[in-house]
């Protein structure tokens, strides 16, 4: 089981890898066509976009992972009410986003580019993670994290053929090809899932059960979206369009750096859905091991992080000068990011979503507080320390979770799946 999983882990990495690549080189193009100001108001829509966008597959992806654990046949069954309530939720949704994007900037951006930025991550986002889903049940994790890249890749060309329009015109242009090469991706993930795993199109209404289970990953999804993303959307109210670009960037970078981890949860969640099925000495090893190298990971990253802050302004160019004052202090997150990643992770393979959403809950409370607290006078610098602060509660309160968990269940005794 070590092996496959460190071979898993390995190619999953590479394919995270090459997504964060890929991210920071979209991250580079865009602070350059559209400067701090513009980033920062971008930035802000595009980070409530992320955390809605959790919503519209309401945890049928999960709830794939959890039926494939029992069920040879359960992703297709699941599949059948998956992608039509991804849809239907998703253009719900899409109201509910544009009416608060609208209140976010000022000036409020157009209603016709909030409804493309909406369309791109609240309809066609959902589908390809949705088909990403399906190829992780199958234990495809490496090919799918190849079609979460897809998108990414068509963005870096549509980045770059803005870089020869004027100023005025590189937002509009940007999003419009963004919604383009989106549905192309959507396309491509659906038909490459469809090669690996037995889809059925034929809809279905959900049942009550998978209604329960899906709620309450959905929650969850939404939670552990909010630690990432509600900074930058608190910010831009909170320091201004121009500071939130420069803490939003450097964030940015921040949180590329425990792409190992996540590389290593995607690879591990499948196993750890079965010792929640079926707890063994080995399943309660492998978490340990998770905790360790998540440790280990965040403590390498922050020290690589503030080595290598003084190239940050060389890479965004003269206006992100402040990002490398900043980079220091936002790199003490880092290991509570990973630790928080990995106790959540664990916690939602061994049936309990709600304690993740608990924890997480909790963390994002801390974290607004501390923002409104501290932003108001410390600018940028206040809201890295109250980062820090949020993400070293969640993965103190989680992994305190997870232990009480492991010792209510033990190696070889049933562990019947349940959501509280």
Not at 165 to 194: C, D, G, K, P, W
Not at 268 to 291: M, N, Y
Not at 297 to 306: F, M
Not at 357 to 374: K, Y
Request: charged share 10%; aromatic share 8%.
């Amino acid at each position: 089981m070590k092996g496959q999983l460190a071979l898993s882990s390995l190619k999953t990495t590479f394919w995270l890898g090459v997504r964060i690549v890929t991210q920071a080189t979209v991250l580079v193009l865009l602070t350059r066509i559209l400067g701090p100001q513009v980033f920062g108001n971008f930035s802000a829509i595009a980070s409530l976009a992320l955390i809605i966008g959790t919503l519209p597959t309401f945890g049928s992806g999960f709830v794939m992972l959890a039926r494939r654990a029992q069920d040879a046949n359960g992703i297709g069954a699941v599949w059948r009410y998956a992608w039509p309530t991804t849809l239907s939720v998703g253009i719900a949704l899409l109201v509910v986003y544009v009416l608060i994007a609208r209140l976010l900037t000022t000036p409020p951006l157009p209603a016709t580019l909030l409804l493309m930025v909406g369309a791109s991550e609240l309809l066609l986002t959902p589908m390809t993670y949705l088909a990403s889903y399906a190829l992780q049940a199958r234990e495809k994790v490496p090919l799918s994290q190849f079609v979460q890249w897809l998108p990414l890749s068509f963005r870096i060309v549509a980045a770059i053929l803005c870089l020869s329009l004027e100023a005025s015109s590189r937002l509009q242009t940007y999003v419009t090809l963004q919604l383009l090469t989106s549905f192309l991706a959507t396309l491509l993930a659906l038909a490459i899932a469809h090669h690996y795993v037995e889809l059925n199109w034929r809809p279905r209404l959900v049942s009550r059960q998978e209604l329960r289970a899906g709620a309450a990953y959905a929650a969850m999804n939404l939670v552990a979206a909010n630690p990432s993303e509600i900074d930058k959307i608190v910010a831009i109210r909170l320091i201004g369009a121009h500071d939130t670009g420069i803490y939003a960037t450097t964030t940015r970078v921040m949180t590329s750096c425990v792409t190992p981890v996540i590389g290593m949860l995607l690879s591990a969640q499948p196993r750890l859905f079965r010792h929640a099925h079926k707890p063994t000495h080995e399943g309660l090893r492998l978490i340990w091991v998770i905790a360790l190298l998540s440790l280990g990971w965040g403590l390498i990253s922050g020290i690589v992080l503030v080595l290598c802050s003084p190239l940050l302004p060389w890479l965004f160019g003269e206006a992100f000068v402040e990002t490398a004052g900043l980079m220091p202090w936002l790199a003490l997150s880092a290991p509570g990011i990973s630790l928080r990643l990995a106790a959540g992770t664990i916690l939602v393979a061994l049936g309990k979503p709600i304690e993740r959403l608990v924890f997480e809950v909790l963390g994002v409370l801390i974290l607004v507080s501390s923002m409104v607290l501290l932003g108001p006078h410390y600018r940028a610098f206040g809201l890295a320390i109250a980062l820090s602060f949020a993400e070293s509660s969640m993965a103190i309160i989680g992994w305190h979770m997870v232990s009480k968990r492991l010792r209510a269940i033990g190696p070889d005794k049933p562990a019947p799946l349940t959501l509280g």
